[in-house]
């Protein structure tokens, strides 16, 4: 509930804001439109570049507008995701869920906040005209395979990708998959550790330099320029 609140508010926030935009852009275009009829021949070709400009921003400020309403109206069009996280999970352990998002990407990112100690991976975004049951058919499909046998609404399966891929694949959907996950600050943090083994003066300056950012941080905090979720 709290996710479809948030998807709510960000499809009313967007098509207030691009509502906003292509007010602005109107009046810029009619200001200039004034200036190509007074302009001179030399003049004109500059300020009938800027109107084309000003068109194509006016023309991306509609579908925008266009795309935010039609997801709004569209109660199940979303996105179905799946990622991992390594560092924190292990290899072959995968989350599917579901997100109305505008943004897809920022469900990921807030799954990757403070809660756990690494970013995750994404390996696939898949929209959907009805993300719900895509997500339900995926999640059933793999129901024996939740590593929380006590809590489903966790959705972590412990899972080949190659196998998540086929059912997708199944239904003719074009997906774009990542197979192979990144890891980077999990992948960073062992090689940090295996420098820090070998050579202990790298250990002294890696102490170091937390110390002073664990400190900063806490400054920011303290003064309000940082959240504390996100420190």
């Known amino acids: 509930m709290r996710e479809e609140e948030k998807a709510r508010k960000e499809f009313e926030r ?13 009046k810029a275009m009619e200001k200039v439109q004034k200036e190509v009829e007074r302009a001179s021949e030399e003049q004109r070709a500059a300020f009938e570049a800027q109107l084309a400009d000003l068109q194509r921003k ?3 400020a509609e579908a925008k507008n266009q795309r935010a309403l039609s997801m709004a109206q569209q ?12 560092g924190s999970f292990g290899e072959n352990v995968y989350k599917i869920g579901m997100t109305r998002r505008l943004e897809p990407l920022d469900r990921v990112r ?6 756990v100690p690494f970013e995750f991976d994404v390996h696939a ?33 412990r899972v080949a990708l190659r196998q998540i891929r086929e059912i997708v ?11 192979a996950a990144e890891a980077r600050e999990y992948r960073e943090t062992l090689a940090i550790e295996q420098a820090m083994a070998a050579d202990t003066t790298k250990a002294d300056e890696w102490l170091r330099h937390q110390m002073e950012e664990t400190d900063r ?3 920011a905090v303290e003064a309000g320029d940082l959240d504390d979720s996100a420190a």
Not at 110 to 115: H, M, N, P, T
Not at 139 to 145: A, E, G, N, T
Not at 169 to 179: A, D, F, H, K, N
Request: no cysteine; net charge negative.
């Open 75 to 86: 109660t199940k069009s979303g996105h179905v995701y799946v990622i991992s996280n390594v």
């Open 217 to 219: 941080m806490a400054t």
């Open 169 to 179: 694949e199944t239904r003719g959907l074009q997906v774009s998959w990542t197979m």
């Open 14 to 26: 967007a098509i207030k804001e691009a509502a906003k935009e292509e007010d602005t852009l109107r």
């Open 58 to 60: 006016l023309e991306e």
């Open 125 to 157: 975004l898949i929209h959907s005209e009805d993300a719900p049951g895509l997500e339900r058919e995926l999640q059933k499909r793999f129901i024996q395979l939740q590593v929380n046998k006590v809590n489903p609404r966790k959705e972590f399966f």
């Open 110 to 115: 807030e799954l990757g906040d403070a809660s």
